[in-house]
Every structure is written in C-alpha cells, then in structure tokens.
C-alpha cells in the first residue's frame, strides 16, 4: 500500500518530466528551425523570443559601460551598492539582454542586488577574445563608479559561465581586485568538448551534442586558437586565489563535467567550491522557472548564495 507521501513524491515527479518535456519540444522547435540558410540575425531573434519574459517587476535602465551595451536590472528593494555582474549564454553567438530579462530580474530579486547585465560582442562577427575584452571593460567600469570589488559578484550561464570564470582569472593573473563570489549554471568551461560527460551523457541530453559543441566553439574562436588555451577555456586555467565559487549543473547535460571537472580543480586547489547537481535538468534550466520548480529552487539558492558573499540583508 502506498502512503501519501510517497504519492504526493510520484505526483511531484510526474510534474516536473512534464514540464521538462514541454521545455524540450520548445527548444527542438527553435532548433528545428535554423538550416544552414539561416541567418544570425534570425536565429538571434528566434533565441530572444524563446526566452524572453517581463513578468518579474524590475526596473531596466539602459547604458554603456566603457562602450559596451549593458542594462542595470533591479527588482524591488534591492541594495544598490551590491552588484552581480551578469553575462548571458548563447555559446557567444546568441543571447542578448532581452533573452535573459527575466533570470536576470529572478538573480535580482533572489539576491538583493542589482544586476548589471552585459550586452557583449557576439560572434562570428566579433570572434575570441571580444567577448572578454569587453566583460573586463565592464568590470573596470563598475569599479570605477565607486563600488568596492567586495560589493561585486560574477554571474553568467552557459558562455556566460565560462565569460565570469575567465574575467575572475585574468583580474588575478593582471593582479586587480577580484570579486566577492562567482556563480555559474551551466558553465561552458571545456571549448574543446573533451569532458567524459559528452560521451556519457550523450543519451540523455535532448539538445546539445559534441558536434554541435565543437562547431559553436570553432564560431567563436575561429581557425587559430586552440580550444583548450587557457583563456578561452577556464577548465585548463589554474583556479588558485578564485573567490568562493558556486556552480549549478543539470544532471542529464553532456557538459557536466564542465562543471563537476572545473569544481574538483578548484577544491584541490584551495578554493571554496559548492557544487549543485540538479538531477534530470536539462542545460540552462533556470531559464524556466514557469516550466520547472526546480528551476525557482536553483534560483532562490544561488540568491542566497550572493546574499551571503555580498553581506545582502536577508
């Protein structure tokens, strides 16, 4: 006989496959999409849409950051000496301040803080290293306004992941202040693709594929970086002297060990790592906090987790 928490348990994991199969046939929509004659310009307004979303209250106040496009994006009553830089995912082809609106003002709310979302250079037009150039610019430009390192976390998914990784390396390899905290989702630390998780994995990771990997690294990085330079890939940078780190991952992404590799590099070398594994989510999931409940619980950690680094009131 089965109790009611156990049905209550089963319900629960009925409604989230649910909502990650809706999820899924979303994104294969997109992508099903974009042949070989499609355009950036299409498939850049395709991503926006998928995403985009106005139903969190947040004011938007848009500017240029040492010449990078970039929006301050605050909910309601946050604290506006605490800032977490925000870089989107897109693999450094797509994604925009419109597409990550929403998980943008959810970072603000969950946080306290004001998140600075960067609007940089995107490829093939704008190949490696345009991407870090200008998240560094925009770094300096933060502190330049007057808010102490302390006060300013790095956030990003997917290549935005990668992007606040790398920014944190070269601010201590160029010994300028480092930020508070970093959080990842999704971090894209392997432009190689030679985790182990791309084979393990391949089964249950509806999207993305090492083939399509390799293709949207050779995009952005062009004929003559290697993949696995260290400043374009974070997983072979050495993270010694990184800030306390937390790094979210769905449980059925090929990139996992981007993650879990990256994580277990930095523990061994002295950094303060937490790591989350979210069983059954798919890449980037917190983009679909509509869809997943889990998505709003990662969410609401990774608040608490800048809360805590940053010194937000609760």
Known sequence: MRTASQEDAEQALKASQAGIDRVVARLRDVYRRWDREASNAEMRLDWDALFWSDTMPATIELLTANGIDAAWISAPGVEPGKVAIYFHGGGFRLGSLRSHRDLMARISAASGCRVL????????????????????????????????????????????????????????????????????????TDLSASCASYDTHAGLDPIHQRPMIVAVARNYLGPDID??????????????????????????????????????????????????VWDDMIHAFQQFPDDLPEARLAIASLGAFLRRSLGVAA
Do not use: N
Request: glycine share 8%.
């Open 117 to 188: 979302g960067v609007d940089y250079r995107l490829a093939p037009e704008h190949r490696f290293p345009a991407a870090h150039d200008d998240a560094l610019a925009v770094y300096d430009w933060v502190l330049a306004q007057g808010i102490a390192a302390q006060d300013i976390a790095l956030v990003g998914d997917s290549a935005g992941g990668c992007l606040a990784l790398s920014t944190a390396h070269a601010l201590r390899d160029t010994a300028q202040p480092m930020p508070a905290a970093i959080a990842t989702m999704s971090a894209w």
């Open 227 to 276: 993949p696995r330079d260290h400043r374009a890939s974070p997983l072979f940078a050495d993270p010694v002297g990184l800030p306390p780190l937390l790094m979210q991952v769905g449980g059925r992404e090929t990139v996992l060990d981007d993650t879990r590799d990256f994580a277990r590099k930095a523990e061994h070398s002295g950094c303060a790592v937490t790591l989350e």
